[in-house]
């Protein structure tokens, strides 16, 4: 049964689940809340982790090594309890070594939080135990309330942009991208970039992406060195905005399906770790 870890200092308190190593809630010391509480009207989900891939595989599967394996969209790693290896005033560890058919691997992945001031640093790392090399990816599902409505909110970027986004079809990308804006400081959000899915940015330079208000003076500074794609999703309708660093971009469409050649993917070697971290920073004053 899953049960909540909290963590907390004086300007943040976060509720995490075991049940895929989820946040829940992010409590500001005044009480407001800063997470999507997951209305099921729109989407249950509040701040999923993905792993060992992250969005969908072209007919939901890979091949490595000649052999064909299974996978669902976003992995598994949100679907199943993980172990709390470490729980402390401030900081909590979570530890997964679940073995699916579609990840056959021995591993260790561990989902780390902790709390520096008004900022949560996650760091995800995963240790190779096996005897032979694997492939996976890693990224974050985060989804942070827009009290006031979607198109009170623009997305800041570190530095100027091209917003070049890849089209879906379905769970699948386009390899042609489309030029939204040349030279973009910033993103203000409209509902209509939501209809179809998501907007999915696979070539930022910017590794640092600010949520502005126009009817608040508090803002949420995600920081993802380490992480190459960006993705920004919504349903129509509802108050949040998902921020998603992820290592990987869905599948091409007519992507070969090897998952050593998908971009993005980690390539660990028996007895090698990886880590990759993104720090969320709560800031209320302009």
């Known amino acids: 049964m899953s049960q909540l870890i909290t963590i907390s200092n004086a300007d943040l308190r976060v509720d995490i689940s075991t049940r895929g190593a989820e946040m829940q809630s ?4 005044d009480g407001t809340q800063r997470l999507w509480q997951g209305d099921p009207k729109y989407w249950t ?11 969908g595989l072209r007919e939901d599967a890979y091949y490595l090594d000649g052999e064909r394996y299974e996978m669902p969209k976003h992995g598994f ?8 290896e470490r729980a402390e005033k401030d900081c909590a560890v979570f530890l997964l070594t679940e073995q699916r058919p579609g990840f ?10 902790r709390l520096d001031g008004a900022s949560i640093v996650i ?13 996976y990816s890693v990224g974050s599902h985060e989804a942070w309330a827009t009290p006031g409505g979607l198109e009170a909110y623009t997305v800041e970027f570190a530095q100027p942009e091209t917003l070049a986004v890849s089209e879906l079809v379905g769970n699948l990308i386009k390899r042609e991208p489309v030029i939204m804006a040349e030279c973009a400081a910033e993103l203000p959000l409209k509902t209509a970039y939501f209809a179809v899915d998501a907007l999915v940015f696979p070539s930022l330079k910017s590794r640092s992406v600010t949520l502005k208000s126009s009817v608040s003076a ?23 905005i998902c921020i998603e660093p992820w290592c990987n971009a869905p599948d091409y469409v007519d992507a070969d399906m090897q998952i050593a050649h998908k971009p993005g993917m980690i390539r660990l070697q028996p007895g090698e770790c990886a880590e990759r971290t993104h720090t969320v920073t709560f800031l209320s004053q302009l």
């Not at 989900?45 to 969005?55: D, E, S, W």
């Not at 790693?77 to 709390?84: C, I, L, Y």
């Open 26 to 29: 992010v409590l500001e010391r």
């Open 45 to 55: 989900g509040r701040a999923p982790i993905m792993f060992p891939v992250c969005g």
């Open 77 to 84: 790693a949100r679907t199943v309890e993980w172990t709390v």
């Open 218 to 240: 508090r803002r949420i500074r995600v920081d993802y060195d380490g992480m190459d794609v960006l993705m920004l999703w919504t349903k129509p309708g509802a108050d949040y």
């Open 123 to 135: 760091t995800y790392s995963v240790m190779n135990l096996d005897d032979r090399p694997f492939w």
């Open 104 to 113: 056959p691997f021995r591993y260790e992945f561990r989902a780390a939080y």
